[in-house]
Each structure stands twice: as C-alpha cells, then as structure tokens.
C-alpha cells in the first residue's frame, strides 16, 4: 500500500506552475518552430469575439506558436501552422483540441467554448486551437488551397502538428503528459474531430464531432446543385439579372414549415413544435401547391415549379442517372428560419451563400487543379465531379475503419442538427451505418450518433441546442458512462428540456410534465 501510494504523494507535492514556468517556454524555440508569446493571464473574462461575448478563464500560461512558417506570395495570406495553448495553472490532467470552423485561417482563443456550461479552461483542462496552416483575410478565404502543402495543412496535417507541439509543451510545463486527451469540434472541428480518430487513433481517448463539414467537397458540390435549382426559377430584374432572394417569400417558407409540423409534429406522441421522429415523417412540398385541396391561402401556397425544385433541394445533388452525389435532409422546421434563406436565396440584392462560399470553395479548393474561372452554373454532376476526387482525398473525413482508435478504448460522439441549412443528415448516417468495427447492433459500443430536432449548423434554430458534450464524453471515456441519452434545453423553448437520443432511437413521450425530459424516453 505504502509503494502505491508514493506517486501520488509525489504529484501531490509537485509544484504549480509559474509565470516564470510559463516564459521558460519560449526557450524551446527553434528554426522551424517560432514561439510568438508565452505569457500569464490573470484569472479574467476572455472576449470571445466582437459581439462582447466573453468566458470565464482562471489563470493560466497563453502560448502562440507558429510551425513551419513559409510565404505565400498572396496578398493577405502566408501559411505555416499557428497554434494557440493555454495551460491552467490548477491542471485536471486532461487536454481538450478545440476544432476550427469556415475554411480555417484564423487562430481562435483556445478555451474550449460549451454553450450554455462552463468552458475546458474554465474546468481546468489544457486547450489547443491551430489556424488550420494558414493565415488568410477571414474564415471563409479560399485562396490557399492552390498550395499543395496549405491543402493538406487543412485536411489533417495542422491538426497533427499542434497535438504533437501542444503534448510537448504540455510534459516540459507540467512535468508529464495528460491523463487524457480529447478532440471537440463543430462544422469544420467536426470534419477535423472525424479526421482524428481516422488519421491520429493512438492520439485522443474521446471525440465529439458536431454538423460535421466531414466531406467538404462533397458539401461544395450540393452547394451548387441547389444554386442551380433555384436559379432555374428565380425571377429576373430589369436587366434580366436572377433575384435569387425572391425565389420564395418569407411567408411560403413559413407554410412550408408549419405544414411538415402540422403532419409530423405529433409522431412522437406529443405536437410541441419539435419533430423527433424525422424518418417517419411523409411530407411533399407538393401538398401546398396552389389549387390543391388543403393547400395554403394565395401568398402561401406554392407554384408547381417551386415545389419542385424544393423537393430537389432537399433530396441532394444527383446526376442524371438520379443518383445521390451527396445526401438528402429532412424536412424540418429550419426552413422559416433566416439561415436557410441566408444559406440558399440570400436576403435583399446580397447572394446566397451558396454562390459565394459555395462556388469559392469548389473553384479554389475542391476541384484540382483549382479553377477560380469555374462557373458554378455550368458544373456538370455527371462530367465535373471526378474533379474534385484529388481533393477528398486528403480532406474528407470518409474513413470507417476505427480499429485501433476503437481497440485501445476511444469513444466517438457524433451530434447533427435536424435542421442544418448546409450539412446532410441523410450522407452523415450512411457514412454511421458503414462504421468499423461494429457489433450486430451496429457501432454502439464506443460511436454514437444523436440528431438534434430543429436544430440549425452547430446550433440555434427552434430547438434545445444546448448540451454538455463535454462532460458526456469525459464520463464515457473515463467513468464508462455509456450515453444512452443527453439532456439538452435551448433559448428557443425557456424552460423545456428534452433527451437527445443514440440514432436509430428517438425521444418518445411517455406522458407528465411535456416540458421535462423524464416524461420522454428513447425507443
């Protein structure tokens, strides 16, 4: 008893970091690894960006690195790998890699964010965040992917430089390596996160991966199909220019919404604005065709031919044999909502998203080599597509083998919003259902997959869009705390929580307070 206490008395008596601990660390410079800051911040509250939000951080040593740096010969733009490391002075032992988001570019405070609960800093975990290997104009800067080395930098080789870095700042500072390590991210993080547990299994012990861009080209290409649908019916100005944000109006979108709540609301036994039971849910656009019985007032209803192009949209990009290139989505309430509008008609005179973002990332990024001439309105699914195979390549997150990271204990959680305006539901669970290794019941032992009702991209949307991956994660890993639910709440509904359920399951009321998560289970 006495040999194994001895190493725990002695880290006990171990002593805490110091601001002086934390300048040593610029002393671990070299040629190729440029250490940019090493200073100690005060227990504060953080800016998290220019809406003044902010987060609680006790102190802490805050390192910048930058690996690699290289001109780019762009304006605006240089690459190398910037890393940002905070190390708490009071350490949990753990490390948390925060994921990117856009195309990257930027290097965001590593605090390791959880809406609506206290942050990884705040918790005492060590957080790393990495600009992905460049440095553009802002997060959604295409240019650099007509540098070879910048494009793999993005796919993967970012990420795996800044854990290698940060694991190594991390034994000089504290003496030893982390107890565990975990990988959290949304949008692109979750691409980032997916990618970890394919390409660095032996690295973290648990992964969250949220509204996953996991296959990014694939992304770009449904971006552009339902560009092309939409500009197929857009009315035209006076110089015969497409009006893409009068395609719809806002008052259509809202029948399209409220009509699939109307049908599919009370699938799960209770109508209270949120759908769960999505594959059960048999909904057409066609219904609310002007004319047809049930369909709505003049102003609401649709014309045959934006019925159509809905029911396109939401069945994904195919070629002309009618096969998916990408995924279908579900009909959801997110259609009212402003970021399906923003994402795919745009607002006023302003372009959708999906012809600027879109269009950039399949010219400058997706196709090889990079064609900034390429005009999304010209793509052909049946001919252009093979262009972009070099690309996913490297970037797509389209791995299924997980023996190792699953083998020596890693556990992968998966989150998707019901109603991501750009993400399809329909490619992210086939790419679950393919999962290795799996049991009879499919992955369930060590992956996980929940779908969020209403949910938009990474949150928002009429939803509880709030939950605490991060605890969840830790106490499966750590306490083998199997999540056979997560209670989520959210703005949208003040004071309703609901159970997020592991796919294929979904939340079901059971009957009692509708506005308690223990009145559902998951069946």
């Known amino acids: 008893m006495l040999g194994c206490a001895a190493p725990s008395l002695a880290m006990a008596a171990a002593p805490l970091p110091t601001s002086q601990s934390c300048m040593a660390l610029t002393q671990r410079a070299t040629p190729s690894l440029q250490i940019k800051e090493a200073s100690w911040v005060p227990a504060s509250a953080l800016p998290l960006g220019p809406a003044g939000a902010t987060v ?74 990495t600009d992905g290997g460049h440095q553009g104009r802002n997060n959604i800067d295409s240019r650099f992917g007509a540098d070879q080395q910048a494009k793999l930098d993005f796919g993967y080789q970012a990420v795996e430089r800044a854990t290698h870095e940060a694991k190594s700042l991390i034994d000089v500072f504290y003496g030893r390596q ?56 857009a009315p035209r100005d006076a110089k015969g220019q497409p009006e893409y944000s009068k395609t719809y109006t806002d008052a259509q979108l809202s029948a399209v919404s409220a009509a699939v709540l109307k049908r599919c609301d009370a699938l799960d036994g209770l109508q209270d604005g949120m759908i769960n039971d999505t594959k059960a849910c048999r909904f057409s656009p066609r219904e609310l065709v002007c004319g047809r019985k049930g369909a709505p007032a003049a102003g609401s209803c649709l014309a045959t031919r934006q019925a159509d192009v809905l029911e396109k949209i939401f069945a994904g990009a195919r070629n002309s044999r009618g096969q998916s290139l990408y995924g279908s989505f579900p009909y959801d309430t997110g259609i009212a909502l402003p970021a399906w509008r923003s994402m795919h008609l745009g607002n006023g005179s302003g372009l959708p998203a999906n012809a600027t973002l879109g269009a950039d990332t399949l010219r400058n990024f997706s196709v090889t080599p990079i064609d900034p001439r390429l005009d999304p309105l010209r793509f052909d699914f049946d001919r252009d597509v093979e262009r972009t195979a070099e690309t996913a390549a490297i970037n797509d997150a389209n791995g299924t083998e997980h ?49 969020v009702p209403g949910m938009t991209h990474c949150g928002g949307g009429r939803s509880t869009d709030q939950f605490d991956v991060l605890s969840v994660i830790q106490d499966w890993v750590e306490r083998g705390q199997v999540p056979d639910r997560i209670v989520a709440k959210g703005a949208a509904f003040p004071g309703r929580t609901r159970p997020l359920c592991p796919y294929p399951q979904v939340a079901r009321y059971d009957g009692g307070n509708s506005e308690d998560e223990h009145s559902f289970s998951c069946r």
């Not at 304006?75 to 350490?91: H, I």
């Not at 009879?440 to 996980?448: E, I, L, S, V």
């Open 56 to 129: 609680a951080a006790p102190e802490h040593c805050l390192v910048r690195l930058m690996i690699g740096a290289r001109a780019s010969g762009l304006p605006d733009m240089s690459y190398g790998t910037g890393v940002e490391l905070r190390l708490p002075r009071d350490w949990n032992g753990r490390l948390l890699f925060q994921g990117g988001g856009g195309l990257n570019g930027v290097l965001l405070p590593a605090v390791g964010r959880v809406a609506g609960f206290p942050s990884a800093l705040e918790r005492g975990f060590t957080v790393v965040s």
């Open 178 to 233: 982390p107890d565990r390590s975990y990988f959290v991210g949304c949008s692109t993080g979750g691409r980032e996160a997916m990618l970890a547990a394919q390409r660095l299994p032996l690295e973290f012990d648990g992964v969250v991966s949220g509204n996953a861009s996991w296959n990014l080209t694939r992304v770009a290409i449904n971006q552009v199909w339902s560009l092309q649908q939409v500009h197929r019916i």
């Open 403 to 451: 023996s190792s990271f699953a083998g020596r204990g890693g556990k992968l959680l998966v989150y998707h919003g019901l109603s991501d305006q750009a993400m399809s539901t329909g490619s992210l669970v086939n790419w679950y259902e393919r999962l290795t290794p799996r049991q009879p019941q499919g992955p369930q032992t060590w992956a996980r997959l929940f779908l």
